[in-house]
């Protein structure tokens, strides 16, 4: 195509084949052969003709436009800011007008700070509520903004929090997780989890058992679909949100409440740009501002248009996917992950992270592996969060330094978590060990599980939970101390045993919440018993060489703990020499040896430890 054919001029001036004629790309109507004949085109003519291409070329295509960035709920706030407090939590009617009169409340000790910070006191004093849930409260928010705050962090839970940060804090509690969908092909609960409680048939709906015994994961709420549900909130409830953030102005209408450039961003906590662009320089009536110059409020009416045509913008473009996703199980800009069956060893997505760059994803997700083991460094983790989902009977080394760590729905798995800098949330677990270092952890739902805990906060528990058992972190690998540093989790302080509780029923889960159910207090955990605490061996060729490499485990052990660990040492030590003196021929070290072996292989299936010498499966 496009391609000149050339006439070799072997003929006479004055003849023309028609073969020639006939093969030209325009071609000529064989009508036309007898005139063509008779009257002979010039030379020039015919060089004119044999020039021309045989098809046009096509149009130059326009240069692709950059991917629109496209505005994105913070997952962060949706997914780790939910407190079951139901004092934070206030009748969607009422809501508005609520928090604008606990804004007055505030305000004084707001502006008493000089710095416009709600400390926990003043919040519980406002609320009515005790004082180590509103340090709850602050601490959680700590834990969910955008970015770090100094002022905030530096003072602990007590060290108050930016009056704007905190009204959308609770305004947000208000929100209700998405409903599973159900499926005509997944089990009843009752059959897969039977009930040893009042609130099974609604708490345990989304138990592990029925995750891995279900071949299909389409009831389950996608990413996608949680982040349009977080959306159509956001969408739903802006005007109010705008309104409870911005300052009165002289005027009438729309025109009488403006937001500052200050204000404005604060809206990061809940929505953020996906290729991280800041609010104030996605939106055109902020963009480029003079940073010498404070740049001039904006109208609320203003801000509420630009943000909910971004938003419609987001949600078109979910709906563009979802409708390709129908036909089409996974395609190469699914927001989702899909979940490898459960009952095979072979998952479809270890790590996973999203190619679209108008869509970049943050998170490394880990799922669906059964009897293996995985590692993952820092150099295998992509983004500022991990989420281990859906394992089954195997053993997780997320060995790396991330904000959040989620687990969900395994069972009979290890989860070796090496330093989270934010929160860990951990729920629908059943049978599972956690190791892990972090700041704060959340457990939700979960049943016959054991925490090895190093943790800067106080272990809070929520929902159904039963049999869960708590101890000190029990482990180290070379580069552990490095990575905690890295986070800000301080080794030095360990409130494992310290655990928070609240109740079993979740406000902003409609399953775990149905009518006529009052809500009681969590179950809470207990501590291993000393003699039953053993360290946890993460093997050695899972890191290069590191140079100054984490030796021994960061946490300091309880006494009781400490002093345990040092008899069985002690007895060990015995043992071994008793065997090295014994007098024995070649068949009865044999016999002693095989005995040992057995009892070793019988250890290790009784304790689960066997799940550690599973073929080891990377990237």
Request: charged residues 20%; proline residues 8%; glycine residues 6%.
């Amino acid at each position: 195509m496009g391609k000149k054919r050339r006439i070799m001029e072997a003929q006479a001036p004055n003849h023309f084949s028609v073969s020639t004629v006939a093969s030209h790309s325009h071609g000529l109507a064989l009508a036309n052969l007898s005139d063509l004949l008779l009257f002979p085109p010039s030379p020039a003519s015919v060089a004119a003709m044999v020039d021309e291409p045989l098809d046009p070329p096509p149009p130059t295509p326009a240069a692709a436009a950059p991917p629109t960035p496209l505005l994105r709920p913070r997952r962060e706030a949706f997914e780790h800011g939910l407190l079951p407090i139901p004092k934070l939590i206030f009748p969607e009617g009422t809501l508005a007008q609520t928090l604008s009169q606990l804004k007055e409340k505030l305000a004084p000790a707001a502006a008493a700070a000089g710095d416009g910070r709600v400390g926990a006191a003043s919040l519980a004093e406002a609320l009515q509520i005790p004082p180590d849930q509103a340090a709850l409260a602050i601490g959680m928010l700590a834990a969910v903004l955008p970015a770090e705050d100094p002022a905030l962090d530096a003072g602990g839970s007590g060290g108050g929090a930016d009056l704007r940060d905190v009204l959308l804090f609770l305004y947000i509690q208000s929100y209700k997780r998405l409903v599973p969908r159900p499926h005509k092909d997944s089990p009843v609960v009752a059959d897969v989890w039977p009930s040893t409680s009042a609130f099974d048939g609604y708490l345990s709906a989304l138990s592990p058992i029925q995750l891995v015994r279900s071949n299909s994961r389409r009831f389950i709420p996608s990413q996608a679909d949680e982040e349009i549900h977080q959306l159509s909130y956001l969408q739903k409830h802006m005007a109010n949100i705008l309104t409870l953030l911005a300052d009165s102005v002289e005027g009438e209408g729309d025109d009488s409440l403006v937001l500052t450039m200050e204000t404005f961003e604060h809206l990061g906590f809940l929505v953020h740009f996906s290729e991280g662009t800041s609010l104030s320089q996605a939106a055109t009536f902020f963009a480029n501002s003079d940073p010498d110059m404070p740049a001039a409020p904006v109208s609320a009416a203003q801000v509420h248009d630009w943000i909910l045509q971004n938003i419609v913008s987001s949600l078109e473009f979910y709906t563009e996917k979802s409708t390709a996703k129908e036909g089409s199980q996974q395609i190469a800009s699914d927001l989702d992950v899909t979940m490898a069956d459960a009952n095979t060893s072979h998952p479809r997505n270890s790590t996973t992270t999203v190619a679209n760059p108008a869509f970049h994803r943050n998170s490394t997700f880990v799922e669906g592996f059964s009897k293996t083991s995985v590692v993952k460094h820092a150099s295998d983790v992509k983004g500022n969060s991990v989420k281990v989902l859906n394992c089954h009977d195997s053993v997780i080394y997320i060995l790396a330094p991330v904000k959040y760590a989620t687990v969900y729905g395994c069972s009979d798995t290890t989860v070796v978590l090496g330093a989270v800098g934010k929160v860990i949330k951990v729920e629908h677990c059943e049978r599972v060990h956690i190791i892990a270092a972090a700041k704060r952890i959340c457990i939700a739902n979960c049943r016959e599980c054991i925490f090895y805990l190093g943790v800067n906060h106080q272990p809070l528990i929520v929902g159904d939970n039963h049999k869960l058992h708590i101890a000190p972190f029990n482990t180290y690998y070379p580069r552990l101390g490095e990575h905690l540093t890295q986070v800000g989790v301080d080794p030095s302080t360990n409130k494992w045993d310290q655990p928070f509780v609240l109740g079993v029923v979740d406000p902003h889960d409609s399953l775990s919440h149905p009518a006529g159910v009052s809500d009681v207090q969590a179950e809470s955990a207990t501590c291993v018993d000393p003699d039953l605490f053993t360290n946890f061996l993460i093997p050695n060729w899972f890191e290069d060489e590191v140079q100054e490499p984490t030796k021994c485990n960061p946490f300091p052990l309880p006494e009781i703990y400490q002093a345990s660990q040092s008899k069985k040492q002690a007895v060990l030590e015995d043992t071994k020499k008793t065997i090295r003196e014994l007098q024995l021929d070649e068949n009865r070290k044999k016999e002693l040896a095989s005995a040992l072996h057995s009892q070793f292989k019988d250890w290790l299936y009784a304790t689960g430890n066997i799940r550690q010498l599973y073929c080891l499966q990377g990237d």
